[in-house]
Every structure is written in C-alpha cells, then in structure tokens.
C-alpha cells in the first residue's frame, strides 16, 4: 500500500464550486505539505504543517485554505473554484531531520471549467 | 532570493547515449541539494540527494550527480540511458534554515528514443 494517499486522483468542476482534495499519510511524518504543479513552473507550495496546531502559508497561498485534521491527515479546500486553479495537486509529508526528505503522494488532477 | 533554474526544459536522447542535466541554484546561505524524479501520471519520486560530504553522489536508476559549489551548480548525470528513464526530472534546494522549504526547478522533460 502506498504511504501517501491523496483523494479524489482526478476531479472536473466548474467555476465557483468548493472543492477539497484529501491526503493521508502512513508514514508517521509530523510535516505535511501542499504543492500545486503546473507545466513548466516546477512545483510550488501552497501551504504546510509541521504538526496538528500549526499550518503555515506557502508561496501561493490565496484561493486556499486546508486543515489539519490529524498527524496523518491533511486537506486542502478551493472555497470557490476558478479556471486558473486548474492543475495537479500534490501533497506530501517529511519527517523532522536536517534534510528534511520529502515522500509525495500520486497527485489529483483538478480541472476547473 | 532563493531559486533553482534548470535551462533545459526538455531533453532529447537517443538510447544508450549519455546524458547530462543541468541544475544551477542561487542562495545566500548553505543549502541541500535534491534531483527528484517523475514518471508519467506519477507523483516525484527521490533520485539523490547531496548533504554533505563528496561531491559525487550516487541516485537510484544509475543516476549521478555533482554538486559544485564554486558554479552553485548540481548537474544530473547517466553513461547510457534507457528508454524507461523517459520522464521528468525536478532539481530542488533545501535551505539550511528553520523553514525546511523546498524551492523547486521548472523541471526537464527526458525523453529517450529508440
């Protein structure tokens, strides 16, 4: 079984719907993270955690928002959905050592209309 | 700032040639260095890394990479290719700060012809 899970894998909606995309991790990380990818941009960060009580805004942050609603879950919600949301999502969890490697989940694809 | 630029966004190749994929970065304090990989409809998988140490370091798949401090750079490189080495390949930077951020290339298409 994988150690990060994310939920749906692939969602289409339309323009101002609230939309949430879930990850669970077996892992046992405390850190958690949200990235968003879009072609030729790299990955970047949207929000993360380092533990249950604290979340912390990544570079992209507005238009988002997410919950820690456990050390093994953590989700990330569009309150209203617009088109240039459209990307792949990924989230992924890292324990607390220096280097601090990160394990990624498969990714849901969202596609706003 | 901190950035990581990887000029080459894709990378034709033939099978069994070599290959070299190029990754420089830009930061004011000490950093670690990652190649990450991703296969098609996959998420990214860890190739290497350098903490410290040599600066040749060794990945998965027969993957090497140098880190060069004097040209802030971290070149990915392979002797002979396969044609399942096809996918992306994402550079990316720790900073040695209590962020524990990780700042992301725009990554390299690979693509490995027969």
């Known amino acids: 079984d994988a150690d990060v899970t994310q939920t749906p894998r692939n969602r289409i909606t339309k323009t101002g719907k609230r939309i949430m995309l879930e990850c669970s991790q077996t892992?046992?990380?405390?850190?958690m993270y949200w990235y968003r990818q879009d072609p030729g941009l790299g990955l970047q960060l949207i929000y993360y955690?380092?533990?249950?009580?604290?979340?912390n805004k990544g570079e992209i942050s507005d238009g988002y928002s997410v919950s820690r609603q456990a050390q093994a879950k953590f989700s990330l919600s569009l309150e209203s959905a617009i088109p240039n949301q459209t990307a792949l999502y990924f989230c992924?969890?890292?324990?607390?050592?220096?280097?601090?490697?990160?394990?990624f989940g498969p990714g849901t694809r969202l596609t706003v209309l | 700032a901190q950035s990581v630029t990887q000029l080459d966004s894709q990378v034709p190749v033939f099978e069994e040639a070599p290959v070299e994929l190029r990754c420089n970065y830009s930061?004011?304090?000490?950093?670690?260095l990652f190649w990450y990989v991703q296969y098609p409809n996959q998420g990214l998988q860890l190739l290497l890394k350098?903490?410290?140490?040599?600066?040749l370091v060794k990945g998965i798949n027969g993957f090497e990479a140098e880190f060069n401090k004097s040209q802030t750079s971290f070149h990915l490189r392979k002797p002979s290719v396969h044609i399942s080495d096809t996918a992306e390949y994402f550079c990316?930077?720790?900073?040695?700060?209590?962020?524990?951020?990780?700042?992301f290339g725009s990554g390299t298409r690979l693509l490995v012809r027969p």
């Open positions: 992924a969890t890292s324990d607390g050592t220096a280097y601090n490697e990160q394990f």
């Open positions: 892992k046992g990380h405390d850190r």
């Open positions: 955690s380092f533990d249950v009580k604290d979340i």
């Open positions: 930061s004011s304090v000490s950093v670690y």
């Open positions: 350098y903490l410290s140490g040599s600066t």
């Open positions: 990316a930077v720790r900073l040695m700060d209590s962020s524990y951020k990780l700042i």
